[in-house]
């Protein structure tokens, strides 16, 4: 996380993969502050759920981010596809 990252969002983003996890990546606070930055029209939380120390809620989250940012929220399970 940088506030770099808001320059990025002047130019335009379709999509964002942005982790929640929170232990050895960004965390659910952080990984909002991210998409406020980056404005992206979809973001996919990643890096989530897979074992015990990163069992972050990605559907909380996504209601987070949608209440707070026009950003479309896409959670997504292994083997899911995204058209953007």
Same mark, same amino acid.
């Given at each position: 996380?940088?506030?770099?990252?808001?320059?990025? !969002?002047?130019?335009?983003?379709?999509? *964002?993969?942005?982790?929640i996890g929170d232990?050895?990546?960004m965390g659910p606070d952080d990984a909002l502050r991210a998409v406020k930055f980056l404005k992206?029209?979809?973001v996919v939380p990643a890096h989530? !759920?897979?074992?015990p120390?990163?069992? *972050?809620?990605?559907e909380s989250w996504a209601a987070?981010?949608?209440?707070?940012t026009e950003?479309?929220?896409?959670v997504m399970?292994?083997?899911d596809s995204l058209v953007v």
């Open positions: 996380l940088f506030y770099d990252m808001t320059l990025i !969002g002047e130019v335009g983003l379709d999509l *964002a993969v942005i982790p232990n050895f990546t992206p029209k979809t989530f !759920g897979t074992w120390i990163i069992d *972050a809620d990605a987070r981010v949608e209440k707070q950003t479309k929220v896409a399970k292994a083997g």
